[in-house]
């Protein structure tokens, strides 16, 4: 796993005479599974908008279909033409 290097510095001073000074060096670990788990959640939530976004364009085919079908209907029905009619414009608009 990557670690993190971490510097410090410590300087004790009284006066104009430097007492004590220091340099730390520390090695810390950095969590991967933390990167990880962000990752595969930004990966998940991305394929769940794609899959929104597919499950809107086959209803947009499909309202389109079914407006063509009421288009049709209306021609060979015309006892309930202006039902169909109605049913087309629905669907055109939907």
Request: charged share 35%; net charge negative; no cysteine.
């Amino acid at each position: 796993p990557p670690s993190e290097v971490v510097y410090s510095e410590t300087t004790t001073a009284y006066g104009d005479e430097v007492i004590q000074s220091a340099d730390v060096y520390a090695a810390g670990e950095v969590k991967s599974d933390d990167k990880f788990e962000e990752y595969e959640k930004a990966r998940k939530e991305e394929k769940h908008h794609k899959h929104l976004e597919e499950l809107g364009g086959l209803g947009a085919v499909a309202t389109g279909a079914f407006a063509l079908h009421e288009k049709h209907a209306e021609k060979k029905d015309p006892e309930h033409a202006h039902r169909h009619k109605i049913e087309e414009e629905i669907a055109a608009a939907a």
